[in-house]
């Protein structure tokens, strides 16, 4: 049985050990996995829709139970890896707005248009980018993970609001690669 590094005054789980389940769950077959300790900790994983996105941590049975964060599972591996925006052509201008490379958020998360509270946002609706430049940040299980561009062009809309969470796969601008 792993430690779990529970302290005397409760049960605790270190972050890094789920991210590695999650990790292994996702490049296997197996649809879910649930682990259980001596010390009353439970954690259940699941890839299905039933339980998808959805972590439980449930404490000793004297204590109330206790919510982790919420992970959600990437789908098949047709989607980049974590840290890597998805980016996608949208049509010549429709109803949902102008042509253009759509950013996508490769995380669930909160949405950071600016480095610090205050500061001058990273892009804003025609700003000039460039590959690799920073474009906002994820933050994400108290990780802050700066999105970059993954091509150069002009920003011509800004789809996340500052402070906001942020699905997977949701789109976070609109890139015009030819302006």
């Known amino acids: 049985m792993a430690d779990w590094g529970a302290p005397t005054n409760g049960p605790m789980i270190d972050l890094r050990y789920v991210k590695k389940l999650i990790e292994m769950l996702d490049e296997s077959t197996v649809d879910s996995i649930e682990i259980s300790s001596d010390k009353g900790m439970k954690i259940r994983i699941s890839k299905s829709p039933s339980g998808r996105g ?19 599972m990437p789908a098949a591996r047709q989607t980049p890896p974590e840290g890597v925006p998805a980016v996608e052509e949208s049509g010549k201008g429709d109803a949902k707005g102008p042509a253009g490379i759509e950013v996508k ?19 804003s609706v025609g700003s000039r980018v460039s590959k690799g430049q920073t474009l906002c940040i994820i ?14 062009g002009v920003v011509t809309e800004v789809l996340a609001s500052d402070a906001q969470p942020v699905e997977y796969g949701q789109a976070l601008f609109r890139i015009d690669a030819n302006g």
């Open 105 to 123: 958020s490769p995380m669930v998360g909160t949405y950071y248009g600016a480095p610090e509270p205050g500061a001058k946002p990273y892009v």
């Open 54 to 72: 959805a972590m439980q941590v449930a404490s000793q049975p004297m204590m109330a139970p206790m919510m982790a964060p919420q992970v959600q």
């Open 139 to 152: 933050e994400a299980m108290k990780i802050m993970n700066e999105i970059e561009s993954e091509v150069t």
